[in-house]
Every structure is written in C-alpha cells, then in structure tokens.
C-alpha cells in the first residue's frame, strides 16, 4: 500500500507468547538444524509475536508448543501486584534496577518513575491478555481516528481505574514519599488542546470500561503543541519536551509504515484482466514507527490500545557517504525533513509551508493507520465485504477526512476492487463527528496543494464528487444551485476541497456532539445534506465526560460523599444514579458536608495561586473560572470586558457600597494558536487588565 514495507512482524494487538509464522505453522519440518529447548526435544525455531495470525491459527500455533516448555513459561510468567508489600517491592525493584538508583538519591521523580513503572507492568499484562481475547473473539473493532488525545495524567487514573489508589498510598508512605507529591511529578501527556481531545480521551475511556474492543489512532507529537510562557503579558511558544522518560508508551520498531508523497498517476492497462489500473509512483517516502499506551477500563481487566505514529527518514537517519565528504548538515536533512511531520501539534499554518506541512501530517497519520486496520483485517482472511462488519472508523472532526479517499485507493488501486463495491465498503464503514457550526470554520483545502501532495487523491476526490453530483441532480433537477452548495468541490479562486462535504458523503452517520449543535447542523450548514440523504443519517451524540477523571479522581471528597449516600460508586459507571441524591437536598448534614468539601477545595487552589503568582485570593469570594483554548468564539474577550466593567463600576462606589458586592475572583486559561495574533492579543489584554487590578 502506497510503497509501504512489506515485512511487518511485530505489534501488540495479538500477541500471543511463542509462535511463529503461519507459514511455518502448516509447512514447518519436525527437526531443523538449530533446535532450541531441553536436550533431546527439537522443533523448529520460533519469534515471539503472532502479529499476521487469525484466531484459529493463534491456536494452532499455541499447540504445537510442547506441553514442557509451556509450562515453563506459564510459571515464569509475570504476575499484578495484590498487596502493598508486594507494591512496595515493585517500586523498590524498578527504582533501584530500571532506574539505577538506591534508598539514598531516590527523589520524588525516582519514586514517581518507580511507581509508574510499578503500575505499567500490571497493565500490559492486562493489555496483552485483552488483545489475544480480542483476537479470538474476532470481533468488530472499533477505530477511532482523532488528530487530538488530551489524556491528561496516566499514573492517577491508571491507579484509581485498577482499584489499587489506596494500596499505593499506604505503600509510598512506608517508602517515605506523599502520593500528592508524586502525582505531581507527571507530565501532561501533550497531545490534544481543547475539547476535541478531551472527548477523544473520554472515548477512550469509556470504551475500554464498557470493554469495546477499540483502538486509538493519533500522532506522537514530539514537542507538543508547545509549552507556554507569559512574558511582558504576552504568550511566548516554547518546546515543551513531554516525552523525557515517559514510561506510558511503547515503542513498536518493528511496526513500519512507508507513507508516500508528491510523484504522479501514471494509468497501466493490467494484461490479465485488461482493466486499467492507475499507479503512484515517485515522490517522497516517510517511515511511521508505532508507539503503544494502555488504555484501561475502570473497574475491567479490558485495556485498549493507543497507538501513535511517529515519522522518521525511510532510508535511515544519518548518510555516512554525506557526512564523510564532509557535508554535515546534509548527512542529517532527510530525518531533520521527515522528523517535522510529527514534531508539533498544529503547526503555524499562516504561511503556505505551514499549510502543506498540517495536509501532510494528516495524510501521513490517515495511511499509517489505515494500512494497520486493513492488514488486522487481512489476517482473518474474510471476504471484503465483511470490511464493515468487522470495522468501524469514527472520525473525530474533518482532520482525518483523507481516510475515506486513502481507503478508497487501497481498495481499488491495491485490492482490485471495481468502484461501487469499494465505495459501498468505504460509506459503511466511516461515521463523522462534527465540532462545529460555523460554516467559516469548516476545513478546506486548495485544490493545488492536494494536486502536489497528493495527486492520486485529489483523482478520487473528483470521481467521488462526480458520482455524488450525478445522484443529487438525478433526485433534485429543478434545484441546479444546490450542486453547488453540495458539491465537494469549492469553486474559487484557487478552488477549495470542502473536507466536511467529503466527510459526510464518504460516510453512513454524521453525529453533532450536542442536541442543540446536532439540530443546528440540520439545518444550517448541513441542511442540503439533510434533503439528499434524509434526517436518519444525522444523529445526536451528546458529548459526555467520564465521571471516574472529572469526579472520583478530580475531587475525591465529593466523590467519596456521593458514594456514601448512593451505597458505592456504582454512579461512576451509570450518572443517572445522581438523580438519587436530590432526596438529600433538604438533609442539613449532606448540604453542610458538601459546602465544606467545596470550600476546602477553593482553598487549595487559593493556596496555589499564593504559591505560582504571589497574589492572595479570597477563598470565600466567587470564583470565577474560564479555561480552555483561546479563541474569538470561545468570547473570553467578552469575558474580559466583564471584568473591567465590574472593576470600573467598584471603582465609582463609596466604600459602604462596596461592602455589599459579591467578592469575585476571575481566573483565565488557555493557549493561543502561534498564528492565531487575535487570540494572543486577548491574552496580552487579560494580563494587562490582572496587572492593574490585581496591584489597585
């Protein structure tokens, strides 16, 4: 598929303990000439991965291992800590033999290292026994494609999710270390910005907890989206090195993707079946390299896989014929290249190299992802129109939209499919996600720069669009504008690929992320849409969050409260058992017990806020919170004009008035785009305004 390698050995989705290739499962001689195992035994050689096998092969492979040497491996196998002792001794274990450390230099970072490691380890015994169940099962998977995961910090949900907080706790505190402490010692895992990420991760979650077998797709943004500094009141961008000893992922070098760009469409008539075959060639190969992180349920054994693509050079990172002719900089520039395709999250795309840049990360992560999916698919050796009954690609906003012409080409460019049957497998395979309303903020692409980028599916874009405007003129012939307000295709100057018309033709449901928003796009934006295809293909998704981070880890006290009256924490599975707490809205002891949990929440954060600015708050006054990424419809300039109005109105009163105003503090987050000078202008306004009111 578009030049990518073809040997492929290794990954986490079925890994099975000792096998070997199918092949050799059927063909394999009884003896060879390098036998392994006990003296007297021999058999031929293995690899210790599966990666290529179906479920009925895992087993067979299974039982060609002799009965000895299974068991062996069986009572050597690792084992999930139960107890603290035995917690404790994982993290004494990893601290001193991973980290290489000992009782005397073991920091709040080598205990947090120790701690996460400690934890990983129960995880991937979970996450390897979840695959091969997957695998064996051979159920639908579901896909979910999101340039964004804002997964926040792995350690606190990893142990509140395994039951395990509290063995932790007791077991750090033995060892000389608070749990807060080294909680905090984590770094954001940097790779979403705003809500569309959050709801990934929340996906995520909630897949693994109601034991969906599911797998993330994303890039493994090297610098993030960037770490932000104030400086003189203005944000400052700078690297922000999130992955320095990340224990949460692993590396999958033996899982390669050779992902192609530029070149040209040259047609082949194929002499055995005499169709004509279109065929890529030339152009720029670049190498995806899998990184893997558990994502564990709540209260399962099921733990999901995310998996992210990182780019590098496909002929290698460094030319000694370069660097021995003295050409330094050179020897490097082909993996310096390859490496910015996956260094930052939403780079600057005010230039045009910005712009050809976030087109190519997002075929870059699409093909690498796809080429996955369809060779998990391929193991099973089903038909291709069983696709759809074993795969479901949720596309998380129109950043991942170029999956639908990718698998398009691989079916009928690389599978030899004819067009309607691929494109039949293609539309019940895709659902979209909408984020948004506003028809400006609608992804598109100039027709030119997919022509450069990538020339064999701007062709398919076209016979997509072809095809779809023939259905709506052969339904509507009285109605020739609404080709035009339908068409893929945006004639202006240069002309536009609209992603989110693609998205929605190339898929079976289009999901709003809130009633309100799922009815607008009925009848705003999308409404043409809603004539050709009727109301059943959009549908409503309301976007949730998962309880179990933005309650039972986000403000344990609370939590612990509900629990106590709810009889247990069944609610963080099922929200609707809230509604069982309005029967204690009147008991004096509830309602004084909740304000104090609330109170004493605003005062850690009080506290904080001493501790980072150097600015007193009052923990009692209001407080008054808006943080999330900065942009002119997300109106914290509203936000901000509020507050120095209310500052103008304290300033005209007398002292007695004052007295009777409700105390407020404001508190502002967010990052602007690097590009984006509107928003980071707001920002040097929200700290110009904190200057004066907070020194008046």
């Not at 450390?101 to 080598?110: G, I, P, T, Y």
């Not at 999916?373 to 690609?393: C, G, L, M, T």
Request: with cysteine; proline share 4%; glycine share 6%.
């Amino acid at each position: 598929l578009a030049k990518y390698s073809t040997s492929h050995h290794g990954g986490n989705d079925n890994n099975e303990g000792l096998s070997f290739s199918g092949a050799e499962a059927e063909h394999a001689p009884i003896t060879d000439l390098d036998p392994i195992g006990p003296p007297g035994m021999t058999r031929p050689k293995h690899k210790r991965t599966v990666t290529g096998f179906g479920p009925q092969e895992i087993k067979n492979v299974e039982a060609s291992i002799p009965e000895p040497q299974r068991a062996a491996w069986k009572k050597h196998s690792a084992a999930e800590f139960q107890t603290k002792d035995e917690f404790e001794g994982e993290v004494v274990r990893h601290v001193e033999t991973t980290l290489a450390r000992s009782l005397f230099n073991c920091d709040e970072k080598a205990a947090y290292a120790g701690t996460a490691l400690a934890f990983r380890d129960r995880l991937v015994i979970e996450w390897n026994r979840t695959q091969q169940q997957q695998t064996f099962a051979d159920q639908k998977r579901v896909y979910y494609l999101s340039l964004e995961f804002l997964m926040g910090r792995a350690l606190d949900n990893a142990m509140l999710n395994v039951g395990m907080k509290d063995i932790a706790r007791e077991g750090l505190g033995d060892l000389g270390f608070r749990m807060e402490d080294v909680i905090s010692q984590e770094r954001d895992a940097a790779l979403g910005n705003g809500g569309l990420g959050r709801l990934a991760a929340c996906f995520l979650d909630s897949l693994a907890t109601l034991n969906y077998p599911a797998w993330g797709y994303a890039l493994r943004y090297k610098y993030g989206i960037f770490r932000q500094e104030i400086v003189d009141g203005y944000q400052v961008e700078v690297p922000d090195y999130w992955l320095d000893f990340n224990p949460w992922e692993f590396p999958r070098h033996d899982v390669t993707v050779d992902v192609q760009f530029y070149g040209n469409v040259r047609k082949h008539t194929d002499e055995s079946t005499g169709k004509s075959v279109s065929i890529w060639e030339n152009g720029e190969i670049v190498t995806a390299t899998a990184y893997d992180a558990p994502v564990p349920g709540y209260g399962t054994k099921t733990t999901n896989n995310l998996r992210l693509w990182s780019s590098k050079a496909s002929h290698g990172e460094f030319d000694f014929t370069k660097f021995n002719s003295g050409e330094y900089e050179a020897s490097v520039a082909d993996q310096q290249r390859a490496e910015t395709i996956s260094a930052v999250l939403y780079p600057n795309d005010s230039l045009e190299r910005g712009k050809e840049l976030r087109l190519k990360q997002q075929y870059f992560w699409c093909a690498a992802s796809l080429y996955d999916i369809v060779r998990r698919f391929k193991k099973s050796k089903k038909a291709w129109n069983e696709f759809p009954n074993q795969v479901a690609i949720q596309l998380n906003d129109t950043h991942p939209t170029l999956a639908i012409p990718e698998l398009q080409r691989i079916l009928i460019d690389h599978e030899g499919l004819e067009w309607d049957e691929a494109w039949n497998i293609v539309q019940k395979t895709f659902g979209y996600t909408n984020h948004t309303v506003l028809p400006e903020a609608l992804e598109k692409w100039s027709v030119p720069l997919i022509q450069h980028l990538l020339p064999r599916h701007l062709q398919i874009i076209y016979d997509i669009n072809l095809q779809f405007l023939q259905y709506v003129e052969r339904n509507f012939p009285k109605d020739r504008e609404m080709l035009g307000r339908t068409s893929i295709i945006e004639e202006s100057q240069p002309k536009m690929i609209r992603m989110a018309h693609l998205a929605i033709i190339g898929s079976h449901k289009v999901n709003g992320v809130a009633e309100l928003h799922s009815d607008l796009i009925k009848t705003t934006i999308f409404k043409d849409f809603v004539k050709v295809y009727g109301p059943d293909r959009f549908i409503n998704v309301t976007n949730g969050i998962t309880p179990r981070r933005w309650l039972h880890q986000a403000n344990p006290r609370l939590s612990e409260l509900i629990a106590s009256k709810l009889g247990g924490y069944d609610y963080l599975r099922d929200l609707t058992q809230l509604h069982n707490l309005e029967s204690f809205v009147h008991d004096p002891a509830f309602r004084k017990e909740f304000q104090e949990i609330k109170y004493a929440n605003k005062l850690r954060l009080a506290k904080y806020t001493k501790y980072v600015h150097g600015i007193a708050v009052n923990p009692a006054s209001l407080f008054d919170i808006q943080v999330k990424r900065m942009h002119e419809y997300k109106r914290q300039q509203l936000n901000i004009f509020g507050v120095i109005h209310r500052y103008l109105e304290l300033k005209g009163m007398e002292a007695e008035e004052r007295t009777k105003v409700q105390p407020r503090v404001s508190f502002f987050g967010g990052k602007a785009a690097p590009g984006y000078w509107m928003a980071k202008t707001v920002i040097h306004l929200i700290n110009a305004v904190g200057r004066v009111v907070n020194n008046d």
